[in-house]
């Protein structure tokens, strides 16, 4: 497609499930970024991916978050034995090189019960 | 300060101008951008300026920056009902990879 898709669009799930959100960049872009927005609150950002490799993971905000990706394309988000406070609306990004600029998606909204 | 600072609601009226406010914390950021987010979607990048320019105007939309002040204006001019939204300015750190944006400003436009 033409843009940033994310997968699903919506979670609902129970405290303690893990939980895997997925994200297509736009064709040909080398940066992948994700970002977690908590109600009524700005982008949080978690970890930036250049090709496969992650240079920058410094907001993860526990070793229960995880990401990775393949292909110069997918990524996947995993986070492991959900909480209550993980519940928030987890945007992907991606720009062409690491300098362009960055291109939403429309965002997982996780709700953990 | 340490954050993005934006003030948190703005109502003008339709036809009349916007002027969206921002004040950010890096003077090496590199870029300074606008997104505009609609309810229950992600973020639309409405346009950005780089460091060394100190406006840019994309058809409705102006932006100014002063980076001696470390601040940043969107000016919407004839805005519309289809101009409400919350819009987020970001900046990138040290001309890094990952953005810092500011809480948001709810841009509400009356008939």
């Keep these: 497609g033409a843009g940033v898709s994310q997968s699903p669009s919506n979670k609902v799930t129970e405290k303690g499930k893990d939980v895997e959100l997925r994200c297509d960049p736009i064709s040909g872009h080398t940066a992948l970024y994700w970002y977690r927005q908590r109600l009524g609150q700005g982008l949080e950002f978690l970890i930036y991916f250049q090709g496969n490799s992650a240079p920058d993971k410094s907001g993860l905000p ?12 997918v990524s996947t988000l995993t986070i492991q034995r959900t909480q209550q406070e993980d519940s928030a609306v987890y945007l992907c990004a991606s720009s062409q090189d690491r300098d362009g600029p960055q291109h939403f998606g429309d965002g997982t909204r996780l709700s953990i019960l | 300060g340490e954050d993005v600072e934006q003030s948190l609601f703005l109502s003008v009226r339709e036809g009349d101008s916007s002027v969206i406010n921002c004040t950010y914390t890096d003077s090496s950021s590199t870029y300074l951008y606008w997104y505009k987010q609609e309810p229950g979607a992600g973020l ?16 409705r939309l102006t932006v100014l920056l002063n980076k001696k002040d470390k601040h940043l204006s969107l000016r919407i001019a004839d805005t519309q009902t289809g101009d409400s939204a919350i819009y987020f300015c970001a900046e990138n750190p040290r001309g890094g990879n990952k953005l810092t944006f500011g809480t948001g400003t709810q841009l509400k436009v009356e008939l």
């Design chain 2, 44 to 59: 639309q990048l409405l346009t950005y300026i780089f460091s060394n320019m100190d406006m840019k105007q994309d058809q």
């Design chain 1, 62 to 73: 526990s070793d229960r978050f995880s990401a990775e990706r393949t292909g110069e394309s």
